[in-house]
Structure formats: C-alpha cells, structure tokens
C-alpha cells in the first residue's frame, strides 16, 4: 500500500513548478541510468518515481485538467472533475489495482470510408496510465532508435521527412513503402510484455490493461491481442513492440553485395550508411539503391512482424525507384501526407555530389495530391455549411484551417500548390457570394467581399478601419526545417535545445513562435520550460474584459493548467479570487522518505 502523507492544501495551491521540476530530476537519472546500461538502477528509480505523491499529482492534472479529452468519459461516465475530486483521485490512484473495460467510440479514419475504433479507459485508468508512461518513457527513451519518430516527445513528421531526405539528396535509391496492417489491434501480448521486460507489479498492471476488454454498446469484447487506441499509454506501448527494426535492418548490412569501382567489396561503415529505414509509428520506408537488397529487408521484415503477431498491409505496401520508373509504378513515394520524387535537371540547375560530379537530379518534396485534395474538399464543406453566416465568421472559421495547412507544409517546396489553391479558393469564395446575391453579378460580388490591400488587390476582407482579413496560403513563409538530432531527447536536460526547438514548430501559429521566443521557451506564469505535450495557451496580460488588447505586449504562453489559475485570479471570469495573491502557496507537509542519495526529489 502507499503510505505517502497527504498534503494539507488545495489543488489550486499546490507548486506545480517544483513538482515539474522534482519529477524530471527522476526522469532525467532514470535516462542517464538506462543510456549507460543500469538496469538495477533503473528499477530502483522507477519504484521511487511511481510511488511518489508528486508524480501521481502530474499524472491527474494531465488528464484532467491539460488533456484535450478530459470531458470524455470511460464505462464509469466519470468526465469534467472538480479541484477536489482530483485530489482524491491523487491519493487513490495505486499500481495493482484491478482495471475496467474501455468504452468503443468509432471515428472515420481521414480521406477513406473506413472507420477507426478508440477505446476509452475510465479517468481513472487514465490518470494511472499517464502516471506508468511518466515512469516507462525516460527508460525507453533511451533505447529507441534514432530513426523512430511517431509518439515521441520532441520528434515529429517533418523530422522523418528530414530524414528521408539526407538518405536520398546525394544519390537515386529504390523505396519500400510499408504500412504494418491493424498494429494496434494485433501485437501479441505476450511478445510485448517480454520485449517491455519491467518489474513484476508494473508488469502485472499493464498486463491488466491490455486483457481489460471493451464495450461496445452494451456489449463486452475480450481484447486477446493489442492495445487499445485511445489509451494514454498505447503509443508507448506499440512503439516498444515496434522497437529493433531499424537494428534489424542494420544487422543485415554485413552481408550485402556492395561493390566499388574496381570490383572489391565495400567496408562495413559504407554498407551501413547505405541503407535506410525511417519509421513513423507502424508506416516505415527502406531505402538502398540495390533492388535485391531492398527486397531481402521486405522478406526479412515480413518474418520478424510475424512473430509480434503483425504483417504488412498489400494495399498500402510498393516498391517503387526515387528517380526512375520501376515495373510500371510511378517514380517517388508518398510518407506522412508528402511526395518525395526527384525530377532529372539539365547541369546548370543539378547539384553536385560529395565526389564533386554533377548528380542530374534534384529531390523535390511536395504536398501529396491526397493531401492538396482533402484540404480542398474540407474548405468547399465548411464553406457550403456557411451559405447564411456573416462574412467576418466565414473568415474566423476557414483562417484556422488554411494556416494549419499550410504551417505543416511549410518547409517543403510549396509555393506554386499554395498558389493554386488560392486561385481555387477565390472562385468558391467568388460563388458564396453569388449564393447570397444572386441578383447581382461577379463585378459587384467581388467590390463587395474582396478588398485592395498592400499590393493584393484581392483580398477577403470584411469593410472598416480594422478589416477581418482571410489568411492567404501564400501569405505562409517556407522556411528549411533543422532535422532532430539522431538521438537526442528531452529528458537529456538540454533545455536551449529543445526550448529553439519548440520556438520553430512547423504546427505552432506565427504569434505562439513569436511569444516562445521571446519567453525564451518557458512559461511566464510558473517559469518552467514548455515540454512536449504541454498545452500552450496564449494570455492577456490585462484582460480584455478591463481594456486589454491583442498586441504582443500584452500576450504571453502559459500551461493550461497554469492559465487556469492565472485567469482565476485576474478577475477576467468575473468572480472573486479565492486567494490574495497571484502566487501559489507552498506545500506545507513534508514527504522525508523521498531523499535519494543527496538529491531533494520533493518538499521538504
């Protein structure tokens, strides 16, 4: 049982910068632990970790309160709790307690007919879970490839496409294509549990959560193999059981059939620079530029997912040439909504390559067509929805989805596409208002809606001194996105790193990248650096309920969590502050079994 000591203070005045920060001292020795092969000393740490009040604090208010679904409910229809209820949920939650079905919730899957099946733990669940993935992360973290990207904090989709990309500039190579069939819904529970290898009561708990079953409706499900998406801790989880491909793929690189110019056999250096393998969550490519080898790893692959209970799926799987034709399949590939093909170009256009010859190609990355088509298609539905609506809400509902778009598109060659979707988008904007008009023509459409601004003579603007304009795609900049080092995490501590990092997220909005940097990556309210995962929440300084404005001045990021408190007590919610001050008080209750050597890891 736990015996930790219940502090005698309120959710709303609990220090969460010193509990973040004790936390990930653990977090960080647990990852310096397992980077040098200690596994004792990784176990002792976790036990510490997972017994500790304040990791069980972070747990709870992450899926409580920062997490986007805390108003769902599991099978106990237990959603949106109170200051206190979290409380109490912090003190109940234990390792080796007995788990409740997830609840199915169906939802389509982007650009297809098909449906995905989530399964929704209860909050309490949750909240154990986010407490076991606090635990197992940093230890993993550690072990991952450097290639693995999906479900990892600080790593992302352009970070793959970045890799890719270094594998292929410098010489034609032929791709595998793959997407492992229903991952989630197969890996074998046993395979998963052996390769996760942790001590026996965590163990046992994950072990509960994947046999908990799920309901669909009224009806219960066993779950004899995978693990449920929706889980807070199944990315993990599959991308442990995902883990040693890449190594896999590198193990066979002594025995290829590599050679040089004059006919002798390449080192083993050359032959594992060679070859490529890039996976994001279950889609993955393999790039060699020998066909034969490109097909041994398939073969290879195929055998290795049997055995974890998973295959590849036929339909989303191709052999393919970056530059070429190959058995009558296109040149290029698409990964993660891109296309990546190189194009041949005439010697005063071709780059050179390391040997200083010109190569005859360049590696162009685009937005897929899928990608371009299903943005469209989302935009002519949002605008046929709002036929009726003023033209200044048109605008705050599309701004959104344009700039999202285009943020993730941003550092690849997208110029001319976002050019042409514009011209698209014109001509569905020019027929909205002739829905509304339909007595007048396109001229007096187009002096109504479409406004002269700088240069752009048309502008989607509404009439007034300070205009609602419609964001442009080609309004986004296209900047060079810096690949991830290879095996860099954030639990190293290398906060400068990571805070520029974040500061150049390709899916944060102008003004949040503007803010990050001149916050200096943390947050202004509690000072704690902003980790991945965090929810970043912009702020009025003054309200704009007592005169605030929008200028940057007068904003700054903070935590949810932690703009929940601030707005409690600025007076913008229009209520009393239960507190005097803006500062949270400290916790006065002492948990003196948490020192550990001549580390503080808690209050005291």
């Given at each position: 049982?736990?015996?930790?000591?219940?502090?005698?203070?309120?959710?709303?005045?609990?220090?969460?910068?010193?509990?973040?920060?004790?936390?990930?001292?653990?977090?960080?020795?647990?990852?310096?632990?397992?980077?040098?092969?200690?596994?004792?000393?990784?176990?002792?740490?976790?036990?510490?970790?997972?017994?500790?009040?304040?990791?069980?604090?972070?747990?709870?208010?992450?899926?409580?309160?920062?997490?986007?679904?805390?108003?769902?409910?599991?099978?106990?229809?237990?959603?949106?709790?109170?200051?206190?209820?979290?409380?109490?949920?912090?003190?109940?939650?234990?390792?080796?307690?007995?788990?409740?079905?997830?609840?199915?919730?169906?939802?389509?899957?982007?650009?297809?007919?098909?449906?995905?099946?989530?399964?929704?733990?209860?909050?309490?669940?949750?909240?154990?879970q986010a407490l076991v993935k606090m635990v197992l992360e940093?230890?993993?973290?550690?072990?991952?490839?450097?290639?693995s990207y999906g479900f990892r904090p600080g790593r992302s989709?352009?970070?793959?496409?970045?890799?890719?990309?270094?594998?292929?500039?410098?010489?034609?190579?032929?791709?595998?294509?793959?997407?492992?069939?229903?991952?989630?819904?197969?890996?074998?529970?046993?395979?998963?549990?052996?390769?996760?290898?942790?001590?026996?009561?965590?163990?046992?708990?994950?072990?509960?959560?994947?046999?908990?079953?799920?309901?669909?409706?009224?009806?219960?499900?066993?779950?004899?193999?995978?693990?449920?998406?929706?889980?807070?801790?199944?990315?993990?989880?599959?991308?442990?059981?995902?883990?040693?491909?890449?190594?896999?793929?590198?193990?066979?690189?002594?025995?290829?059939?590599?050679?040089?110019?004059?006919?002798?056999?390449?080192?083993?250096?050359?032959?594992?620079?060679?070859?490529?393998?890039?996976?994001?969550?279950?889609?993955?490519?393999?790039?060699?530029?020998?066909?034969?080898?490109?097909?041994?790893?398939?073969?290879?692959?195929?055998?290795?997912?049997?055995?974890?209970?998973?295959?590849?799926?036929?339909?989303?799987?191709?052999?393919?040439?970056?530059?070429?034709?190959?058995?009558?399949?296109?040149?290029?590939?698409?990964?993660l909504g891109f296309h990546i093909q190189q194009f041949p170009?005439?010697?005063?256009?071709?780059?050179?390559?390391?040997?200083?010859?010109?190569?005859?190609?360049?590696?162009?990355?685009?937005?897929?067509?899928?990608?371009?088509?299903?943005?469209?298609?989302?935009?002519?539905?949002?605008?046929?929805?709002?036929?009726?609506?003023?033209?200044?809400?048109?605008?705050?509902?599309?701004?959104?989805?344009?700039?999202?778009?285009?943020?993730?598109?941003?550092?690849?060659?997208?110029?001319?596409?976002?050019?042409?979707?514009?011209?698209?988008?014109?001509?569905?904007?020019?027929?909205?208002?002739?829905?509304?008009?339909?007595?007048?023509?396109?001229?007096?459409?187009?002096?109504?809606?479409?406004?002269?601004?700088?240069?752009?003579?048309?502008?989607?603007?509404?009439?007034?001194?300070?205009?609602?304009?419609?964001?442009?795609?080609?309004?986004?900049?296209?900047?060079?996105?810096?690949?991830?080092?290879?095996?860099?995490?954030?639990?190293?501590?290398?906060?400068?790193?990571?805070?520029?990092?974040?500061?150049?997220?390709?899916?944060?909005?102008?003004?949040?990248?503007?803010?990050?940097?001149?916050?200096?990556?943390?947050?202004?309210?509690?000072?704690?650096?902003?980790?991945?995962?965090?929810?970043?929440?912009?702020?009025?300084?003054?309200?704009?309920?007592?005169?605030?404005?929008?200028?940057?001045?007068?904003?700054?990021?903070?935590?949810?969590?932690?703009?929940?408190?601030?707005?409690?007590?600025?007076?913008?919610?229009?209520?009393?502050?239960?507190?005097?001050?803006?500062?949270?008080?400290?916790?006065?209750?002492?948990?003196?079994?948490?020192?550990?050597?001549?580390?503080?890891?808690?209050?005291?």
């Amino acid at each position: 049982m736990n015996t930790a000591i219940k502090p005698m203070y309120g959710w709303n005045e609990i220090d969460w910068r010193k509990l973040d920060r004790q936390v990930f001292k653990l977090q960080k020795r647990i990852f310096q632990a397992s980077t040098r092969g200690n596994v004792k000393l990784v176990r002792r740490l976790q036990k510490l970790l997972i017994s500790s009040w304040s990791t069980r604090a972070l747990a709870v208010r992450r899926v409580t309160q920062d997490n986007q679904g805390k108003k769902t409910a599991g099978v106990d229809g237990v959603k949106s709790l109170t200051p206190k209820q979290r409380l109490a949920l912090v003190d109940k939650i234990e390792i080796g307690t007995k788990v409740k079905p997830t609840r199915r919730v169906w939802i389509p899957k982007p650009g297809t007919d098909e449906k995905r099946p989530l399964g929704i733990p209860t909050m309490y669940d949750r909240a154990l879970q986010a407490l076991v993935k606090m635990v197992l992360e940093p230890e993993w973290e550690a072990k991952f490839e450097p290639n693995s990207y999906g479900f990892r904090p600080g790593r992302s989709c352009h970070d793959a496409i970045g890799a890719i990309f270094t594998s292929i500039n410098q010489k034609s190579k032929y791709v595998l294509d793959a997407d492992i069939s229903k991952c989630f819904d197969r890996i074998n529970h046993d395979k998963l549990l052996s390769k996760l290898n942790t001590f026996p009561t965590l163990r046992r708990q994950i072990r509960a959560w994947l046999k908990a079953g799920v309901m669909d409706g009224k009806k219960l499900f066993p779950t004899d193999e995978g693990t449920p998406q929706g889980g807070v801790i199944s990315p993990l989880l599959a991308n442990i059981a995902l883990h040693g491909l890449e190594e896999l793929i590198k193990g066979l690189a002594p025995n290829f059939d590599m050679k040089d110019y004059r006919n002798r056999q390449l080192g083993l250096r050359d032959k594992l620079k060679s070859i490529s393998c890039i996976r994001y969550a279950d889609d993955f490519v393999i790039l060699h530029e020998n066909i034969d080898i490109v097909n041994l790893c398939k073969l290879k692959i195929e055998e290795w997912l049997s055995d974890i209970g998973l295959e590849l799926k036929p339909s989303k799987t191709r052999l393919a040439h970056t530059l070429n034709v190959f058995e009558e399949e296109k040149p290029g590939f698409n990964f993660l909504g891109f296309h990546i093909q190189q194009f041949p170009v005439g010697k005063y256009t071709s780059g050179n390559g390391t040997s200083g010859k010109l190569l005859g190609f360049k590696t162009i990355i685009t937005p897929s067509i899928e990608g371009q088509k299903r943005h469209y298609r989302k935009i002519v539905e949002v605008i046929k929805k709002l036929q009726g609506v003023s033209q200044a809400t048109l605008i705050s509902k599309l701004n959104p989805i344009i700039r999202g778009w285009c943020n993730y598109y941003s550092h690849v060659v997208s110029n001319d596409i976002f050019a042409r979707l514009w011209h698209l988008l014109v001509y569905r904007l020019l027929k909205w208002g002739i829905h509304r008009h339909r007595n007048k023509g396109k001229k007096w459409i187009r002096l109504k809606y479409f406004r002269t601004i700088g240069n752009d003579t048309w502008t989607f603007a509404t009439n007034g001194e300070k205009p609602k304009v419609l964001v442009q795609h080609s309004d986004i900049e296209i900047k060079r996105y810096v690949k991830v080092k290879g095996n860099a995490s954030p639990y190293n501590g290398e906060w400068k790193y990571w805070s520029e990092r974040w500061g150049n997220n390709p899916d944060k909005s102008k003004s949040v990248k503007v803010l990050l940097k001149k916050q200096k990556g943390k947050c202004a309210y509690c000072n704690n650096y902003f980790k991945d995962g965090d929810i970043l929440e912009t702020d009025h300084i003054i309200p704009k309920s007592k005169g605030g404005t929008d200028k940057y001045e007068n904003l700054q990021l903070l935590h949810r969590h932690c703009h929940d408190k601030k707005t409690a007590n600025d007076g913008s919610l229009g209520t009393k502050s239960s507190c005097n001050s803006t500062k949270p008080k400290p916790p006065v209750m002492t948990e003196s079994w948490f020192w550990q050597d001549d580390m503080l890891v808690t209050t005291c």
